[in-house]
């Protein structure tokens, strides 16, 4: 894996388009999704075959909340221990969250809610069915 591949959840924790920095673009292009005012960004980097770059911190302000949590990515499932604190929110909150990659080719994902309580969370969105995306573990 010579590739360099970023994944990120993007998270708007006040659920306030207004506040926290705009996914509606990214370095200078659109990317064409409903935009949503990230606050915390949780970022899985690879590189070379390693973890390159396992960080939270706030996009605007580059502030770092947590670094080097736990993960395990499997096909297309990918698990990450993260503090609630680190992310500024609570359990019970509703966050608005999206995530992107940037890597091999940049692909953006429509935003949509998460209630943080224990279990499966199905989203539903736009014209595709509802699909099992968050499972979270509150420990
Ligand atoms: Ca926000």
New binding site residues.
Partial sequence: MKNRYYYHWIL?????????YKNSEYEGNATNVTP????VVVMIGWRDGNPNGVEVYNPLTEELFAENFDFEADGDSMEAVVPLEAIGANEGDTI?FSAFQEGASDDWLEPATLRLVSGPAAVEYEDKLATTWADIKLR
């Fill in positions: 708007d924790t006040d659920n306030n388009v207004d506040t926290g949503i005012g990230v606050d608005a």
